[in-house]
Antibody
Framework: QLQLQESGPGLVKPSETLSLTCSVS??????????WGWIRQPPGKGLEWIGN???????YYNPSLKGRVLISVDTSRNQFSLKLSSVTAADTAMYYC??????????WGQGILVTVSS | DIQMTQSPSSVSASVGDRVTITCRAS??????LAWYQQKPGKAPNLLIY???NLHSGVPSRFSGSGSGTDFTLTISSLQPEDFAVYYC?????????FGQGTKLEIK
């Protein structure tokens, strides 16, 4: 059964870099069928697509994040990761990793709350 | 970016009612639209993909339709577990964008 699990610090200081990892079980990030992505949701607000990555390393990002985001994939560990630099309070959100299939997100992690605060 | 606008923003309904939620795209997205259900404290769950395809395990009371710029999600007979927030998402072009959500509440 497919499972995705986010991990990383729940508290990040302003101007620092947010780093999260998504561990995948029950499927392989090497699959040529899927992309693997990140979506976030500020408290009480809607969903924002951050970006996604293919097993080859080809990635797409949301321009709204102004070049602060990097998504990478580690096929040896069956994981993919998110780095978001120069964070501010506006980056406080629940961060979800997800599998992308047929241009939709068909499986999600449970999410991890990241708070940006000094 | 393609803007996605859902209506209504919230709706009150009773168990057994038929409910329709609308999603409008700011430009033609063909059939590249998905619908998700999100319950409090949980991750979203996929309901419908490519506008009208029911995701595996989703009850048949859920259906989707539309193409181009106008789409609908219909729940034919509301069940207690359907009260949640619903989001549409366009996947025609990057960046993928979501609607603002529709909160379905118990009347």
């Amino acid at each position: 059964q497919l499972q995705l699990q986010e991990s990383g610090p729940g508290l990040v200081k302003p101007s620092e870099t947010l780093s999260l990892t998504c561990s995948v079980s029950g499927d392989s990030v090497r699959s040529s069928i899927y992309y693997w992505g990140w979506i976030r949701q500020p408290p009480g607000k809607g969903l924002e697509w951050i970006g996604n990555i293919y097993y080859s390393g080809s990635a797409y990002y949301n321009p709204s994040l102004k070049g602060r985001v990097l998504i990478s994939v580690d096929t040896s560990r069956n994981q993919f990761s998110l780095k978001l630099s120069s964070v501010t309070a506006a980056d406080t959100a629940m961060y979800y990793c997800a599998r992308q299939s047929t241009r939709c997100h068909d499986a999600w992690g449970q999410g991890i709350l990241v708070t940006v605060s000094s | 970016d393609i803007q996605m606008t859902q209506s209504p923003s919230s709706v009150s309904a009773s168990v057994g009612d038929r409910v329709t939620i609308t999603c409008r795209a700011s430009q033609d997205i063909a059939s590249w639209l998905a619908w998700y259900q999100q319950k409090p404290g949980k991750a979203p769950n996929l309901l419908i993909y490519v506008a009208s395809n029911l995701h595996s395990g989703v009850p048949s009371r859920f259906s989707g339709s539309g193409s181009g710029t106008d789409f609908t999600l219909t729940i034919s007979s509301l069940q207690p577990e359907d009260f949640a927030v619903y989001y549409c998402q366009q996947a025609n072009s990057f960046p993928y964008t979501f609607g603002q959500g529709t909160k379905l509440e118990i009347k």
